[in-house]
């Protein structure tokens, strides 16, 4: 299915990655926004909220993000696609209903600018400190899919893509920017409408009666029901059978916890998008993600430039991590360097992947500021020997 | 002659999820009668039940979302107005009604009910008020009334309680009623009124809670909570709200306290909006199917 | 012949007493039997009494009884499917 030719801005843009975020959440088919002000992700509903009258929407300004991150879920089950815009601390707050848009299998899109934390932290300075939290934030197990752009065209492309995965694997998205990626202004081109996929809601086609909203299809994933629309169904974020029912046994919880993380455990290898460079052949691949990719570049030139082999990988899907690619890439290298914007939070998983088989070194930064190049370039050097 | 020779049933049965009967509520629990006055002033209304959604948070009272045959909602601790507000915006043809208990709806939610009276979110609340957490075992809640005992207040509470129909009067909500579960026909016949009515209105309903809050204050079993209500009970329509605290042992004021006519949120942003707003429905699913048409 | 009946689930009743004390005729006792759950349902002990008024339905907390009223021809009236 194709965008509404009517929610799209279809033109050149010289705009910043948080007006593109918004914009790719209109294309996307989202009318529906609900926030709470928090620097620096309020720019996104600041124009959504002008925009949303001119395509039929709404913007609700909530008393708090709790508020926020469950009135979007409401808004989805009244048949709409929506989503809610944070930063850290009100990430923090929107943690319980992440899990219960998980639980419930409600197809929404989390949108957090990170900022320097903990607490209140750096209100207008970068970090990339809730990439942990954005996974496992949640209490229990669950699984998620979040990406994280570089560039304001990515603003807006992937957030098309974000509300695309959402609707897809009916998971909450979370939409993983930084201060950086919501202030950098750029170019940004919006195709016409008909170029861009739009992916619709899986709604059943069973008459009412006939329909169990936790019956999973073949991918594991259900379809879905509005209220209203006479199914009388049940929805809940107890442990629940394929009517929706609490089923508060073991049984019943391994069933259902299994196939929330197994739905997306299968589709690991299609959800891998990473942008590689030079990766034949080299010494050393620098992984990075978001804002710190684009400072990675600088140290990569400049350890080419001396000799070094030196390729580039960067996570345009965080989570699920590209856990093969990783693998097979750590057999062939002498080191894989992960400069991110924290104290070593998805390095973790990095060194997991590469399971020992090659260097694996972290660039850790608290935030506040990008990193110095020349951190990583020492980092590449020390992994090439 | 038996009620099945006759063909005859309890017509609150169309409105209940048969398979998920008995409740887990325990014997004399005042839930369940608040249920069926709720069921009655439904069946009584010319409203497409399949339109009707109810949600709840957490708690005894959070399930009776659960046990109701209409889109049920069962949410989290406190957030069930939000996700009340979340539908009927997105589907305001729905009828939406929050069905939860007062430690939800006023405590860990008090902020959403707060601001859901002042948006005037044309939503019904049907707040049952035990007074107390009941589904974790007895803890005391922002309705406990001063110096009961609970689990967690074990030489009486320090802290004075809530008054729920004053608070959310204060907010601006448009029809707010009080009833204890003995006045079972006042209570249908109030709701019946509420579900009638545009914006946000907000009914409490006192509920004994033998196993805990009786038991807990050497108040008896649950029948002598309702004989309590209904010695204690003074009905006065319109009685201001600051008028109407709960003291122990003191009169309970009961009935339709507030009725004022404010616009609701949606008629109110499209009004300021005005062509400003254009309408049209969502695209959620593909409208034809793609290549060739059934023709070719 | 009496108004109206009532119908008793016995195996849903918890035994709170309810429909016994707010039934305006007196229609109802609880009785010496009890259910699986261990509880005593409600039994009529005047059934001529009973004018139907499903008032011990509306106290119930458990939908285990309801009342309905007879109609002049003998059928049933109100509650019917």
Known sequence: ?385 | MSATELHVHNPVEDLLRQDRIPTIWCPGCGIGTSVNSFAHALLKQDIDLGKTAIVSGIGCSGRVSGYMNLDSFHTTHGRAIPFATGLKLARPELNVIVYSGDGDLASIGGNHLIHAARRNIDILVVCINNMIYAMTGGQAAATTPGSALSTTTPYGAFEPELNLVQLVDAAGACFVARWTAYHVVQLERTLEKALRKKGFRFVEVLSPCPTYFQRKNNLGDALQAMLDYKKRSRIQHGCPTWETALTPGGPIIVGEFVDREREDYLTRMRKQLGPHYSEFPPQLEESEPEGCSKEC | MPKGTVAITAERCKGCGFCVEFCPTHVLELSSAFNAKGYHPPHMVAPEKCSGCNLCGMYCPDFAIFGFRFSANGESKGATK
């Not at chain 1, 996104?44 to 001119?54: G, L, S, T, Y």
């Not at chain 1, 409408?193 to 299809?217: L, N, S, W």
């Not at chain 1, 990569?300 to 000799?307: F, K, N, S, Y």
Request: net charge negative; with cysteine; glycine share 10%.
């Open chain 1, 1 to 385: 299915m194709h965008a509404d030719p009517r929610t799209v801005l279809t033109g050149t843009h010289f705009i910043n990655g948080d007006a593109a975020c918004c914009e790719g959440a209109l294309a996307a088919g989202a009318r529906y926004a609900a926030g709470y002000p928090i620097t620096p992700s309020t720019e996104i509903v600041e124009r959504f909220a002008a925009r949303a009258p001119e395509v039929g929407g709404l913007f609700i300004q909530m008393e708090d993000e709790i508020a926020s991150s469950i009135v979007i879920q409401g808004m989805v089950w009244g048949g709409q696609k929506a989503f809610t815009v944070t930063s850290g601390p009100g990430f923090s707050l929107m943690m319980e209903h992440i899990g219960l848009a998980a639980m419930t299998e409600t197809p929404v899109v989390f949108v957090d600018v990170q900022r320097g934390g903990p607490s209140t932290g750096l209100p207008t300075l970068p970090s990339q400190g809730d990439m942990m939290q954005a996974r496992f934030g949640s209490h229990g197990d669950y699984a998620v899919i979040a990406l994280s752009p570089n560039s304001p065209q990515e603003c807006f492309d992937l957030t098309i893509k974000a509300f695309n995965l959402a609707e897809e694997f009916r998971v909450p998205v979370m939409f993983m920017m930084d201060e950086c990626m919501g202030h950098m202004t750029e170019k940004v081109v919006i195709p016409p409408a008909d170029q861009i996929e739009v992916r619709p809601r899986r709604h059943t086609t069973r008459p009412p009666g006939q329909f169990r909203p936790y019956e999973p299809g073949p991918d594991l994933v259900p379809e879905m029901a509005h209220a209203g629309e006479g199914h009388k169904i049940y929805v809940t974020g107890l442990t629940h059978d394929r009517r929706g029912y609490p089923s508060l046994n073991a049984a019943a919880q391994r069933e259902l916890v299994t196939r929330l993380l197994e739905k997306i455990r299968r589709a690991a290898e299609r959800l891998v998008m990473v942008e590689t460079d030079q990766i034949e052949g080299a010494e050393v691949v620098v992984v990075s993600y978001g804002i710190t990719s684009r400072v990675a570049l600088r140290a990569v030139q400049e350890a080419r430039a001396r000799g070094i082999k030196v390729g580039t990988l960067r996570l345009i899907c965080v989570w699920p991590f590209p856990e093969k690619l990783i693998r097979e890439l750590a057999r062939k290298v002498k080191a894989l360097v992960m400069p991110e914007l924290n104290m070593g939070q998805v390095v973790i998983e990095l060194e997991r992947c590469a399971a020992g088989q090659c260097k694996v070194i972290g660039v850790p930064h608290p935030g506040g500021t990008v990193h110095d190049p020349a951190e990583i370039l020492e980092a590449i050097e020390r992994g090439a020997q």
